[in-house]
């Protein structure tokens, strides 16, 4: 019997059903992420704080002998308890810093000091700079309400950052939350990954992708934010205690230094000379100096605890992925970019080494 010729009727009937099925696999594919994007962030920052923290996990429950669930259950408790108390010493700092302003401003208790004549002749900038100066020490008031539009849209950019990094906080908590659910049911969640990757890369690369997307997470996650979190905590714990100005912006300042790969010494020795300068060198101020450059300089101790033989993607790519995720979504970015751009690295640079061997550029010359 021959077989049925494909006519060009019965071709385009196929091709229009292949297209009304692709159209609607699309249209669910775009209901779908518009009902899910609202919880993109916070179900990324939960997978990753799983992954990071789930060997910690297994390691506690073999010694606990308990279940994954309560074990789970205790390490997020832990967390948060560990997470409250700075956070809310570096909240109150910030509040009281920006109430002692404000008390300053109303009470016209400011005194600047006149500036010296050198002021004027620096280049460029020189004698604008020494009228605004001289104008401040005359008459403060009248400055103050000719600059009153920069001011108040400088203040409202910094409520709204400072809004945005304490909704970020409370995001964490959640996905802190979501992570123990993940960790609680990890051995499961492993598997479906590896069948999921497995689906779209094959069954001989599945494993492999997985692992390397894990591991990437994990170095950056633990080597790059977790150690400049730390920092920060360290850090920030040491201004408040000692009643820095604005010690909760300076910490966070701290962070970002920490994910950029920056020394945080950029801003502990300032804060230090600052201390030292205002109230002498006494014990505290001593022990405070000792401490908070010790404190700066904690990551040179840490990363080989933590990472042994380093992150294994080139810092610049740590960096785009930090800023760039900061300024799409804020502080929650700052934590994300980071790791979404290193595993779209490492597997970037896998699908390259993984040609056939006949198509790769050094063997194109023997062929």
Request: glycine fraction near 10%.
């Amino acid at each position: 019997m021959l077989p049925t010729p494909v006519t060009e009727k019965s071709f385009s009937r196929d091709m229009l059903d292949v297209l009304i099925r692709a159209g609607l696999l699309a249209v669910l594919l775009l209901f779908c992420f518009r009902i899910f994007s609202p919880f993109l962030d916070l179900m990324l920052w939960s997978v990753i704080l799983a992954i990071t923290l789930y060997p910690l996990h297994g390691t506690l429950r073999r010694k606990l002998g308990t279940s994954g669930g309560h074990t789970a259950t205790l390490m997020v408790l832990i967390a948060v308890a560990i997470l409250l108390v700075p956070v809310y010493l570096l909240g109150t700092s910030i509040v009281s810093s920006v109430e002692s302003a404000m008390t300053i401003v109303r009470a016209d208790t400011v005194h600047i000091p006149v500036p010296p004549d050198s002021v004027a002749t620096w280049p460029l900038v020189g004698e604008q700079l020494h009228g605004l100066w001289m104008q401040a020490v005359t008459d403060l008031p009248v400055l103050v309400q000719k600059y009153i539009p920069e001011i108040k849209h400088v203040s409202l950019a910094l409520l709204s950052k400072l809004a945005g990094a304490g909704a970020g906080f409370l995001i964490f908590i959640f996905a802190l939350i979501i992570a123990g659910i993940f960790m609680a049911y990890g051995e499961s969640g492993s598997r479906s990954a590896v069948h999921i990757v497995s689906r779209i890369c094959g069954p001989d690369r599945g494993p492999s992708i997985t692992e390397l997307c894990t591991a990437t997470i994990r170095a950056v996650a633990l080597g790059v934010i977790g150690i400049a979190f730390i920092q920060m905590l360290l850090v920030g714990a040491g201004f408040v205690l000692m009643g820095v100005p604005a010690a909760g912006l300076l910490a966070l300042a701290v962070l970002l230094l920490g994910i950029m790969q920056l020394p945080a010494t950029l801003v502990t020795v300032p804060v230090i000379i600052f201390v030292l300068a205002s109230q002498g060198a006494t014990t505290a101020t001593i022990i405070f100096a000792i401490y908070v450059f010790v404190a700066g300089l904690v990551d040179n101790v840490l990363k080989p605890l933590l990472l042994g033989r380093g992150v294994d993607v080139p810092m610049p790519v740590v960096l785009i992925g930090a800023l760039g995720g900061m300024v799409t979504n804020g502080i929650i970015g700052l934590f994300i970019g980071p790791v979404v751009l290193a595993v779209a690295y490492q597997l970037f640079w896998q699908w390259v080494q993984d040609q056939p061997p006949a198509s790769r550029p050094d063997n194109l010359g023997q062929s």
